[in-house]
């Protein structure tokens, strides 16, 4: 089975812009198709973004459409999501996490990842 473990994140200004990366390894990241989730206090996780095996379809939130862009190099066993625009709402604990098959009813659905990275903090202060 895959590992996932992140890195990035911190603290920034709004408006700022922050980067997000998650190593793969134990198998090959082309395997899965991956995703981004955050948890802010007090709320859920939620779905961010989504890619499939290659990199070919994405899936974005509504809140993450426009600002934030997921992305994976296959060859180097890992993933990213970039963000732009942050904002304060913006806070939370992101996830990277894995799954052996996304399509647009499962890509944001925790119940289709199950392997996940250990999360990182992103906090956005005004």
């Known amino acids: 089975q895959v590992e996932l473990t992140q890195s990035g994140g911190g603290l920034v200004q709004t408006g700022a812009s922050l980067s997000l990366s998650c190593a793969a390894s134990?198998?090959?990241?082309?395997?899965?198709?991956v995703g981004w989730f955050r948890r802010a206090p007090g709320k859920e996780r939620e779905f961010v973004a989504a890619?499939?095996?290659?990199?070919?379809?994405?899936w974005y939130s509504d809140s993450a459409k426009g600002r934030f862009t997921i992305s994976r190099d296959n060859a180097k066993n890992t993933m990213g999501l970039q963000m732009s625009g942050l904002k304060p709402e913006d806070t939370a604990v992101y996830y990277c996490?894995?799954?052996?098959?996304?399509?647009?009813?499962?890509?944001?659905?925790?119940?289709?990842?199950?392997?996940w990275g250990q999360g990182t903090q992103v906090t956005v202060i005004s």
């Open positions: 134990g198998r090959a990241l082309s395997d899965y198709a």
């Open positions: 890619t499939d095996e290659r990199g070919s379809v994405t």
């Open positions: 996490a894995a799954s052996g098959y996304l399509n647009t009813n499962r890509a944001a659905s925790t119940a289709y990842y199950p392997y």
